[in-house]
């Protein structure tokens, strides 16, 4: 897959996300879910593994099942369910291999790539939590300026080693920018927010280089979601240690 293609995908992908701090709670729920099950399909088609149309399924429902808890739940924790998801999840996914049967091919790869594929799904709930637990899109902006610009610089045809540095270093730099612009962050929180952002979307672009060409369109909107739905869980999380 492209690297322009997977970019355009995720920054797509990412406004619709903060788009919800804009347009409301159902918009940011439906919006998750139907990005976490566009996900769930997809990633067994972007590793090419078994049992695709099973492991997508539990993929999917557990994306699904956690973005739609976060939006429903009465509780504080807006995530409290999402271990108890990944949990069944990763249940699931031993289930299916048990089925498979003893000898199958690839069996150790479907293991480990659903798995991750579950956690990732899961992590888009934090879309939804933050939305919630802000109310105001000051904190998601800066992760969300300095993910489009790490994504912006994914998309140049350049070797990985020059390309990571640069996306991390112009995410990092965004990150306190965009504090200034519109939020009450303080400058090195949001460099560390950037930082990490880089760190996270030079990682899965890697990710790609390794695996080669996707396959097909489900792979491919797979691969370029993967990034910006694990961002959810650190998005949440990160502004709970920041503002408590």
Not at 23 to 50: C, D, E, K, Q, T
Not at 81 to 97: D, K
Not at 170 to 179: E, K, S, W, Y
């Amino acid at each position: 897959m492209k690297s322009s293609i997977a970019g355009l995908i995720g920054i797509i992908a990412l406004a619709l996300l903060v788009a919800g701090h804009f347009l409301g709670l159902g918009w940011a729920m439906g919006v998750s879910i139907a990005l976490a099950v566009a996900f769930g399909y997809g990633w067994p088609h972007y590793l090419n593994i078994p049992a695709k149309k099973t492991l997508g399924t539990v993929l999917a429902l557990t994306g699904g099942a956690a973005a739609l808890t976060a939006g429903l739940t009465v509780n504080s924790d807006y995530l409290a369910w999402t271990p108890i998801y990944l949990a069944l999840g990763f249940g699931a996914v031993m289930v299916v291999q048990l089925i498979r049967g003893t000898g199958q091919k690839r069996r150790l790869e479907s293991t480990l790539g659903a798995g991750a594929g579950v956690a990732i799904a899961g992590f888009a709930c934090g879309w939804v939590g933050s939305f919630r637990f802000l109310g105001e899109p000051g904190m998601t902006l800066i992760i969300a300026i300095s993910t489009a610009v790490a994504l912006l610089v994914g998309m140049v045809n350049w070797p990985d080693r020059v390309l990571a540095p640069l996306a991390i270093v112009l995410a990092t730099l965004a990150g306190p920018l965009v504090a200034l612009l519109f939020s009450d962050v303080r400058i090195v929180p949001a460099a560390i927010l950037g930082l990490l952002v880089g760190a996270v979307i030079t990682s899965f672009r890697r990710l790609r280089t390794l695996t080669g060409p996707t396959r097909n369109l489900l792979g491919m909107v797979a691969a370029a979601l993967a990034p910006v739905l694990s961002l959810g869980a650190l998005v949440y999380f990160v502004e709970k240690m920041l503002l408590h």
